[in-house]
């Protein structure tokens, strides 16, 4: 599956922004799909995660109660919705997509899009 992340952008603490990501193929129905972000000089680390079945929904603690991941199969859409967002929250944002359930590990994601950058000014 391809796809292509969008929505970022310069935004002030404690401001909101939505990512969405446009996935291609049949697949998005059953497939598990993630938000990943990654800050200058750190390792990729994992955001939230949205499973195919039940409605499963994983969030990093970081982010807990301030963002939330949704999906639309009709349009092959997933979003992350921050709000309150820190200035410890700017980073590349990508998205990506697995068969099988939510994991944590990015190395577990076959299908990568190419990020957006967020940036959230103090």
């Known amino acids: 599956v391809q796809l292509q992340a969008s929505g970022g952008g310069l935004v002030q603490a404690g401001g909101s922004l939505r990512l969405s990501c446009v996935a291609s193929?049949?697949?998005?129905?059953?497939?598990?799909m993630a938000w990943f972000r990654q800050a200058p000089g750190r390792e990729r680390e994992f955001v939230a995660g949205s499973g195919w079945r039940d409605d499963i929904t994983v969030y990093a603690d970081s982010v807990k109660g301030r963002f939330a991941i949704s999906r639309d199969n009709a349009t092959n859409t997933v979003y992350l919705q921050m709000n309150s967002l820190k200035p410890g929250d700017t980073a590349v944002y990508y998205c990506?997509?697995?068969?099988?359930?939510?994991?944590?590990?990015?190395?577990?994601?076959?299908?990568w899009g190419q990020g957006t950058l967020v940036t959230v000014s103090s």
């Open positions: 193929g049949r697949t998005f129905r059953r497939s598990t």
């Open positions: 990506a997509a697995r068969q099988g359930a939510v994991v944590t590990w990015s190395r577990y994601y076959g299908s």
